[in-house]
């Protein structure tokens, strides 16, 4: 019954590994987004797509690669991890303004 | 450019007591304003919004904010406060910009901290 869920909640792995994370709603949102959240508890929005479509990339390096297979799913691969990629990244769906976001997934690169 | 400050990285109030977090925006038109709460190891929550209409907005959990233009304000309140209401407090501004992405523009966060 979870609105927007991503896994795996938990992620440690050594520098220069690929890792992904995944991410659903069943809420039937047109626009779904990935956050990224920093030691300070900085939120800042990575990516946003819309209908499948890329919509927002803000100034994120391009290890970071978001696929969208349909709208209802919103994926981050994550290539070469560098230690200053270790945050919390939130996956959020929204309508009319509305976000509604997953429980986070905290990456810890070591 | 969107943005919102808060200006308070923590706030201490008494279970009982009332309570108010600040929020300042700054925005060109009109702003989409929003309340979201972050519990440790959680996302974050939906807490209320404004948009148009009345200046003082209802939300969950008791909570209400307060819309100022004069001031560029958007400050939360609660009328007596919980224990567990002790969690983190982001005032959001949706970007309007031309893209019309509905993205959230986040302030740095507020922890209020409330004691029995």
């Known amino acids: 019954d979870t609105a927007v869920s991503q896994t795996p909640k938990y992620l440690v792995t050594q520098m220069g590994n690929d890792k992904s994370i995944k991410c659903e709603q069943n809420?039937?949102?047109?626009?779904m987004y990935w956050y990224k959240q920093d030691s300070k508890k900085f939120l800042k929005i990575m990516f946003s797509y819309n209908n499948k479509e890329l919509i927002i990339n803000e100034t994120v390096p391009n290890r970071f690669s978001p696929k969208s297979p349909d709208k209802a799913h919103l994926n981050l691969h994550i290539n070469s991890l560098e230690l200053g990629d270790s945050a919390v990244y939130f996956c959020?769906?929204?309508?009319?303004?509305?976000?509604?976001f997953g429980q986070g997934t905290r990456l810890t690169v070591v | 450019a969107q943005s919102v400050a808060q200006p308070e990285d923590q706030v201490n109030v008494a279970e009982g007591n009332p309570l108010t977090v600040k929020c300042t925006y700054s925005v060109s038109g009109n702003p989409y304003l929003f309340w979201y709460v972050q519990y440790p190891n959680r996302g974050l929550q939906f807490l209320l919004k404004?948009?148009?209409?009345?200046?003082l907005v209802k939300g969950s959990y008791g909570f209400e904010a307060e819309f100022n233009k004069s001031q560029t304000s958007f400050h939360l309140k609660k009328p007596s406060a919980l224990v567990s209401d002790s969690a983190l407090y982001f005032c959001?501004?949706?970007?309007?910009?031309?893209?019309?992405?509905?993205?959230?523009?986040f302030g740095q966060g507020t922890t209020l901290q409330v004691k029995p």
């Open positions: 404004y948009i148009t209409g009345d200046n």
């Open positions: 959001a501004v949706r970007d309007i910009g031309s893209s019309n992405t509905g993205k959230l523009i």
């Open positions: 959020a769906s929204s309508q009319e303004g509305k976000a509604f």
């Open positions: 809420l039937g949102h047109d626009t």
